[in-house]
């Protein structure tokens, strides 16, 4: 889902630049975005610029899945939160908020 939620940011984009957000080696993102087309989540194509360069899209169906997925997680983080107090909430949002920033 991180890579499907990363093509989704950054819209169509190459996979070297993927891979340098993830902080992984464009091998391992090429597998992951082969399986991904696959499944019919991404799809690939040329850039118009630069037609040596491969861009990968997020398609329709991603999407979807994307949706869903953070439909189910909203669901079980809003069953784990009721367990905890107001001042835990804030707590844990924040440390969230810091790990999940884009710095």
Known sequence: MFMLRQVQLKGPCKLAAIAEKMEVKPSAVTVMID?????GYVIRHHDTVDRRSVLVE????GREALEEGHRVRDELLG??????????VVTITELMEKLTSES
């Open 35 to 39: 399986r991904l087309e696959n499944g």
């Open 58 to 61: 997020i398609t329709p169906r």
């Open 79 to 88: 069953r784990y939160l009721t367990r905890l107090t107001p001042e835990e």
